[in-house]
């Protein structure tokens, strides 16, 4: 079992920036990243790394948002820079782990709302 602990979010202006946060305990993990959901639309991949270092972004992200991780930590921060309103979503941490087979765990999501 994978316990994941997600911090940061809130509400912040258009073109400001943001730096969400979420930290394993419990099993090793493999790729952990970031999701999102606005209200009325499918849960969407933003960003999301590698236990190597390798990285993938939405292209809506793309240039804005960096994920990074800390393996000795356990942690992964999405800094999100020039956020735009369509960024207002609740944004959930996940994280692989390989078991007997693969398993998928999630933070409990934490708000981003860019308004002004």
């Known amino acids: 079992q994978v316990q994941l602990v997600e911090s940061g979010g809130g509400l912040v202006q258009p073109g400001g920036s943001l730096r969400l946060s979420c930290t394993a305990s419990?099993?090793?993990?493999?790729?952990m990243g970031w999701y999102r959901q606005a209200p009325g639309k499918q849960r969407e991949l933003v960003a999301a790394v590698t236990s190597k270092g390798s990285t993938n972004y939405a292209d809506s992200v793309k240039g804005r948002f960096t994920i990074s991780r800390d393996n000795a930590e356990r942690t992964v921060t999405l800094q999100m820079n020039s956020l735009k309103p369509e960024d207002t979503a609740v944004y959930y941490c996940y994280a692989d782990h390989l078991g007997t087979t693969w398993e998928q765990f999630w933070g409990q999501g934490t708000q981003v709302t860019v308004s002004s």
């Open positions: 419990g099993s090793s993990v493999n790729a």
